[in-house]
């Protein structure tokens, strides 16, 4: 008689392979965008469905990891590195969408010229570049036919667009940083790019003058040295985080046409909603003769950070006048300079009543790096007897160093806010 075969069924590994022949192309998509570029090349084996559908992927990471190796001979990652974008790019199958290229041991070497003038032929709409490491690369002339750019990140470039460039016409997003470029390609550059809603700059050369005329333009990010800065058509301008990167003195004989910095600075911002005042940049707003007010009041700035010497009368005679021209204010940040708090007393500068009304929005008020001097305590003092819907003060050091007086001295303070609480923070150890 002959023996009944038990019934066939597919293995495990045979029946999750089905599964994912079977998916949708996108969820398939889905699945690979989120993928390093290296592991979605490998999915290839999976099944005949996913063999090439790596290479329909728009957005293209050129990153750490995607070589793996555990040499440390930088000549062989930069190797296979290239080899990785070049077969990548050979056997890549429709748009590029994103194309960003960063990894800790790459050079400005020639073959990047190669691929911007690949991408210069596609669509690509995000373009992110970061040399890491030598000297600035320059970026070819070919970057500036890519005009579907929405979003460019250059990190540790000379830029030197050609004769006949006008401008990104799409560009939304602009962050450069370490990098190089003349006055007039900053400037031309930024006029020139008329969508722009975000501009990140940070640690660069070539130019001194910040002179942004950008319509549409929505945030602002800057950190470095630099003379001047002025706003022109930015009337949109909401987000602004700025930081001078070294000390500047206080010239008061200026001209009639430069009398005063902060005036200047506040004219083409009226609807700025959040400002950050970092380094020495609170210095050069004192520049010339402070008001006691603006003459517009920012009254949709809701969020204010400022970076100050409590000890320099004419930082302090600025950020007062910031705060008399904020009634709307509801969230406060002030970050005391320690190398400078011992330079100087002030003394008696907010017992004075600079006030006509009251904080009557500033619900969070953050002080950071006091040492306790009499300008500091001076200062948290008035803002608390100011605020009468206070919820919470922050306070934190820059040292122990009295600490238990600093707080006993603290709880002593009349709150105008009943529900105001005094939150002390122990600074980080050194």
Known sequence: MKQREPPKFPCKLETELDRLSSLPAHVIDQILSQLPIRDAVRTSVLSKKWRYKWATVPHLVF??????TSSQDQTFIKNKLVNIVDHVLLLHNGPILKFKLSHRDLLGVSDIDRWILYMSRSCVKEFILEIWKGQRYKVPSSLFLCQNLI?????????K????????????SLDLQHITLSQDVFENLISSSPTLERLTLMNFDGFTHLNIDAPNLQFFDIGGVFDDVTFENTFHLALVSIGLYVNVKNDQAMGPGNSCKLLRFFVHLPHIRRLEIQSYFLKYLAIGNVPSRLPRPCVDLNYLSIRINFNDLEENLAALCLLRSSPNLQELEMLARPEETGIGVLTNFWEVDHWTSLFSQLRMVKIVGISGIRSELEFIKFVLSNSPVLETMTIKPASLEGGWDLIKELLRFRRASARAEIIYLDPQPQ
Do not use: A, I, M, Q
């Not at 979003?151 to 470039?157: D, G, K, Q, S």
């Not at 667009?161 to 939304?172: A, D, I, V």
């Open 151 to 159: 979003h460019l990140e250059l990190f540790n470039c000379l830029l």
């Open 161 to 172: 667009p050609p004769s006949t460039f006008k401008g990104f016409r799409n560009l939304k």
């Open 63 to 68: 990153d750490n990891h995607c070589v793996s």
